[in-house]
């Protein structure tokens, strides 16, 4: 099983709707990160929490730490967000920073 | 354009070749992350520097080498190639271990 499990795989969705991307992980974590890869290649960094909620425009990220579960939000889709979202977490041991990913959603928006 | 450059962008070689891959992080940014991504296996995290020193390995074959130099960039080194290093190769850099990773745009290598 892997640390971090992502679903849905793939998303198709039509411009406007609400999407939600949900992360699981069965690791002690001490952050978090949302990715988006373009189809292009390039990886932008979207978010980065360690507990509770935070927005930026039309996206917002949530984690539960209990429950070892954040979604991350997308209003108002438009066919621009069509990519590949990561999550990724770096693990509570030691003091490296390094990641581990989730295999990533692939969410593509149809005018 | 997140300020992580990459160099070369693509680079395609053949079985048993060496190849170095250079990453200039963000002014500032003392970490650098190297990651591996495959169609198979995704990303990977290969091996993490701190202001010159090694900080964490992953999953970095004995093959693969990287250092970080006085001026922060860093160079991975690819050895004796395999069809299966045929990878995204990206680098990315923080200010320490614990902040925001910023990507550079990876370099597509391709092992003939």
């Known amino acids: 099983k892997n640390e971090v499990e992502q679903s849905p795989q793939n998303l198709t969705a039509q411009e406007g709707e609400f999407i939600t991307i949900n992360c699981s992980y069965s690791?002690?974590?001490?952050?978090l990160h949302w990715l988006q890869q373009h189809p292009g290649g390039g990886i932008v960094s979207l978010f980065m929490?360690?507990?509770g909620k935070k927005k930026h425009g039309r996206l917002i990220a949530t984690i539960n730490i209990q429950e070892k579960h954040s979604s991350l939000h997308i209003t108002a889709s438009h066919p621009r967000d069509s990519a590949v979202y990561i999550c990724?977490?770096?693990?509570?041991?030691?003091?490296?920073?390094?990641?581990?990913f989730g295999k990533g959603t692939k969410l593509s928006v149809k005018p | 354009d997140s300020g992580v450059t990459q160099t070369p962008k693509h680079l395609i070689t053949a079985t048993g070749q060496r190849v170095t891959l250079r990453c200039s992080p963000r002014?500032?940014?003392?970490?650098v992350y190297w990651y591996q991504q495959s169609l198979d296996q995704g990303l990977q995290f290969l091996i993490q520097y701190y202001n010159g020193e090694e900080r964490a390995k992953g999953n970095i074959l004995e093959r693969f080498s990287a250092q970080q130099f006085p001026d922060l960039h860093s160079e991975l080194n690819l050895s004796s190639l395999e069809l299966g290093d045929s990878a995204l190769y990206f680098c990315?850099?923080?200010?320490?271990?614990?902040?925001?990773?910023?990507f550079g745009p990876g370099t597509r290598l391709t092992v003939l």
């Open positions: 002014s500032g940014d003392l970490s």
């Open positions: 929490l360690s507990s």
């Open positions: 990724a977490v770096r693990s509570g041991r030691g003091s490296q920073g390094n990641l581990i």
């Open positions: 690791v002690g974590i001490s952050a």
């Open positions: 990315a850099s923080g200010r320490g271990s614990y902040n925001e990773q910023f």
